[in-house]
């Protein structure tokens, strides 16, 4: 199985972004409440992730595994 590679980055005052290998996952990340926006800006270039309420953070690290 291959590993998926996902980035959380602070986005905005009240929003954090998800980037990476997120297509697998769509529904799910939806289903969390996040909207995929194809054109956000990240490291200076446009790039396709998802944006989430930071107080979603936690519960994304967890559904991702992000925190073992």
Do not use: C
Not at 23 to 50: V, Y
């Amino acid at each position: 199985m291959t590993k998926l590679y996902f980035e959380i980055v602070d986005y905005s005052e009240k929003a954090i972004a998800l980037f990476g290998d997120t297509k697998a996952i769509k529904d799910l990340l939806k289903a969390m409440g996040g909207k995929f926006n194809p054109r956000l800006t990240h490291n200076n270039e446009k790039q396709a992730g998802w944006i989430f309420s930071k107080a979603k953070r936690e519960e994304l690290e967890n559904v991702l595994n992000l925190n073992n």
